[in-house]
């Protein structure tokens, strides 16, 4: 047990209503990579947030190196070589690489004048140690979600940290991004580090950790090496239920245009973007991150302007849509993030529930509250939405049934064709089953689906057509059953060669 | 259904009860707090603050902010009181005239704000600065008469209440309705709590936006005519406590400056609050100046507590 460079025993902490963790033990090695799953809401947050000395354990002991510690703050964990990688950055936009890495603990001279020589020396160090090809000059806001990593790992190696902790570090990245990561952890890892990576997609796991923990509703079900598992088990050990057929069954139902887009451009951004949606059918947009998928969603939706061409619906064409008169005509957006633009994380589940169809539920001025409760009292029960009642904030609410909320309140549009960014990011296995086979119902039933996602198997396995995106263009399209992992990469990459191939497919997803 | 007026949230609750905790201690502490001659009195300075803060609580729900406020209501005050000029058949005229040039101030406010995107609070600030310059222009001293029937806003009384505590009762009272009601009162919230949302949603944040800085300026100009009423002239200056005066009730009242949450019914509670404690600080003899410092420390405690939570 000694050589642990970390240890919790016994580990409990109770928010107010939930008890996060209860006695949970969780060691690491020097030098490995240990990933923590588990479904939204195991608690695998919670542990690493203690951890990192966010929140204090309300029981149990760490142990660092062997020697009981109590963590009185970020700081001091900080100074003890932890580090945390939070799924949202803790950059500042405004300054620039360098100074982002050393924020707090800029070199000094003569006292109190920052050293910028020494600044910008030791950030290029850190920087070349990560083959990272970033110019610390530049201002963080400028970077790629992915350099933006790059920028937090090569704080983090600034530190000294022994152990550094990445919290969903695959949710922004995808593809070579997410291959030039595991590249960086896998050296760090040679270099003695020990690396805590937390993530949803069971992949990925497998590629990366050499131990693996799995949390559930606060209990820890074991810690296994990744060896010794394989997928099925680790959803098994994650739900405690085996969730063997993840995709409902396709249908072939009767199918007519629904969506026309002929040749839209928007500057440097959409090129030339011509395809068609049927009803009744999920087409999956594949694409990295950036290819351009979320702005075609958005100019579809009228949530931006487009340069040139046309979106027809239904055979008229839309001319200068906004989401208001989108919705009228039935389309829905289910944006890809719940936070930034999917929610009104203040209100209650109804007022979020009904704010697409309040101008429909109105008599007069007034909203018709009594009707509005019924509509969001079905949902509710229709999609098992899991709160205390309609009223309850939904901020309160787990990921998953956030999710459900926000696709609720789109199909009381009833829309003829629903648009779906990401619609499972960020959620847990059980409620993803759930999502996908209210994807599947609403396609029986006649509506057009548009899903983007950046997850392959996701793509494949629910898709009617794959379409592949790179740059603002439609690089191609493939049915499911020619579409594989390895092909939607290619053509996602922009690249058509073989040799390129072999390599995306021992990295990617 | 109706019931649900009444149904507040438990930051609402907590500035009722320290109201209540208020007028206790005050009456304990001053035997004149609670006769009738101070209690008309405290009620007639209540009015004008209580429509300002109204409006601006629809203002600050979208996350925005009517600096401009105090300047529309010394322009409403004069020119209520140099147009009528003592002529008994000029005063609805004048009242809507008046009425439209807010709207119209209200109007640009929001347009600008929506246009540009530049924050609120330059926009109106700048604004604040037009209107006030202009009305400088019109008169630089206290101007215009009214006729004696005109003094019943201010003065009159309905069977025995005063007449002012019914109109402000009225616009109270809309204001809730229009926020917890209507589409538009949903609207603003969401526009307020997440403007993104809300305009994904289908709402068109920008009108919603525009109206909110319109019901602002409206609640200026009868404040602005209120006054001019009460004085018996128009004064250029007499608004110029309000552009503060409006915010604080508001604060206290636990309405968020980020927006989407908050309420009038929390906001009434504030402005009596605020002019209970006035009150009671003249009551007690306390220095104009120590009153400054006093409602100082209460609002950074208030929104420091709310803050918190």
């Not at chain 1, 500057?267 to 011509?274: R, T």
């Not at chain 1, 829905?332 to 697409?356: I, P």
Request: glycine share 8%; proline share 3%; charged share 20%.
């Amino acid at each position: 047990m000694g050589k642990n460079i970390v240890e919790m025993q016994q580990v409990s902490k109770a928010f107010p209503g939930v008890l996060a963790l209860d006695k949970v033990d969780f060691n690491c090695l020097p030098g490995e990579v240990h990933a923590v799953v588990g479904e939204n809401g195991a608690g695998k947050s919670t542990l690493m947030k203690i951890l990192a000395g966010v929140y204090r354990p309300d029981s149990g002991d760490i142990l660092l190196k062997g020697e009981k510690i109590f963590f009185s703050s970020p700081k001091h964990a900080q100074n003890c070589g932890i580090s945390i990688i939070y799924q949202e950055f803790n950059l500042i936009p405004e300054l620039t690489v360098a100074e982002n890495i050393f924020l707090g603990r800029e070199p000094t001279k003569c006292g109190r004048l920052i050293d910028s020589a020494t600044l910008k020396r030791r950030s290029r160090e850190l920087l070349a140690d990560l083959n990272a090809n970033i110019d610390i000059q530049s201002k963080v806001k400028d970077l790629g979600v992915a350099h933006q990593q790059m920028v937090e790992i090569a704080k983090a190696l600034s530190l000294n940290a022994d152990i550094i902790m990445m919290d969903e570090p695959s949710a922004v990245v995808s593809g070579r991004e997410l291959a030039s990561l595991f590249r960086i952890i896998r050296s760090l890892k040679e270099s003695g580090k020990t690396i805590i990576y937390i993530s949803h997609r069971i992949e990925e796991i497998f590629q990366i950790a050499d131990r693996t923990t799995v949390l559930k509703d606060g209990h820890l079900v074991g810690t296994y090496d990744t060896g010794d598992l394989d997928k099925p088990q680790i959803v098994n050990l994650m739900v405690g239920r085996s969730l063997t057929e993840t995709f409902p069954a396709r249908e072939v139902g009767e199918k007519k245009e629904i969506l026309t887009l002929d040749d839209v451009c928007r500057n440097n951004i959409l090129n030339h973007v011509s395809f068609k949606v049927y009803s009744g059918e999920i087409l999956g947009l594949a694409g990295l991150v950036g290819s351009g998928r979320t702005e075609i969603a958005r100019a579809i939706f009228g949530a931006c302007e487009i340069d040139s061409g046309r979106v027809r619906l239904n055979g008229s064409p839309l001319k200068r849509a906004t989401p208001k008169s989108s919705i009228a005509s039935g389309i829905g957006f289910v944006t890809e993030s719940r936070a930034k633009d999917g929610l009104v994380q203040n209100m209650s589940v109804r007022k979020n529930l009904t704010l697409t169809i309040l101008n429909r539920i109105q008599k007069w001025f007034f909203v018709r509250e009594a009707k509005e409760k019924d509509i969001c009292n079905d949902r509710v029960r229709e999609y098992d939405i899991v709160t205390t009642g309609i009223e309850q904030e939904i901020q309160y609410l787990s990921g998953g049934n956030q999710q459900k909320v926000i696709l609720a309140k789109w199909i009381n549009i009833h829309p003829s064709m629903l648009i779906l960014d990401e619609p499972t990011r960020g959620i847990d296995v059980g409620a993803k089953a759930e999502i996908y086979r209210l994807m599947r119902l609403l396609a029986r039933q006649g509506t057009a689906i548009i899903m983007i996602s950046s997850e392959l198997p996701e793509i494949i396995g629910m898709s009617d057509r794959i379409l592949v995106i790179h740059d603002g263009k439609v690089m191609g399209e493939l049915s499911p059953c020619e579409a594989t992992e390895e092909r939607i990469l290619m053509l996602a990459t922009g690249q058509n060669t073989v040799q390129h191939q072999q390599k995306e497919t021992a990295l990617a997803l | 259904m109706r019931y649900s007026i009444f149904k507040q949230d438990r930051n609402t609750i907590i500035v009722y009860v320290v109201l209540v905790g208020l007028i206790v201690a005050t009456s304990l502490l001053s035997d004149i707090f609670l006769t009738s001659r101070n209690i008309q009195n405290l009620l007639r300075q209540v009015v004008p603050l209580g429509l300002v803060s109204v409006g601006q609580t629809f203002t600050i729900l979208t996350a925005g902010i009517d600096l401009s406020i105090g300047s529309v209501v010394s322009m409403a005050s004069c020119l209520t009181t140099g147009m009528i000029l003592g002529r008994e058949s000029l005063i609805l005229p004048v009242i809507a005239f008046v009425i439209v040039m807010a709207l119209f101030i209200g109007f640009c406010n929001g347009f600008v704000i929506t246009k540009t995107r530049v924050h609120p609070l330059i926009v109106t600030l700048g604004m604040m600065s037009v209107v006030q310059g202009a009305l400088l222009l019109y008169t630089k001293s206290p101007i215009g008469s009214v006729p004696p029937v005109f003094d019943y806003l201010a003065w009159g009384k309905a069977w025995f209440i005063p007449f002012p505590i019914i109109l402000f009762a009225v616009v109270a009272t809309a204001g809730i309705f229009i926020l917890r009601r209507t589409t538009f009162g949903r609207y603003v919230y969401a526009t307020g709590g997440n403007e993104e949302v809300a305009r994904l949603s289908g709402i068109k944040t920008a009108r919603v936006k525009i109206m909110t800085y319109m019901i602002c300026s409206f609640t200026a100009a009868m404040t602005g005519i209120f006054l001019a009423s009460r004085m018996g002239m128009g004064d250029p200056l007499v608004g110029e406590r309000y552009m503060l005066d409006s915010i604080l009730p508001v604060l206290i009242g636990g309405t968020s400056l980020a927006g989407g949450r908050g309420g009038i019914g929390a906001t009434i509670a504030g402005v009596f609050i605020f002019a209970i404690l006035s009150n009671a600080l003249n009551l007690l003899d306390v220095s104009a100046y120590w009153q400054w410092i006093i409602k100082g420390l209460i609002i950074i405690t208030a929104v420091a507590f709310y803050t918190k939570k």
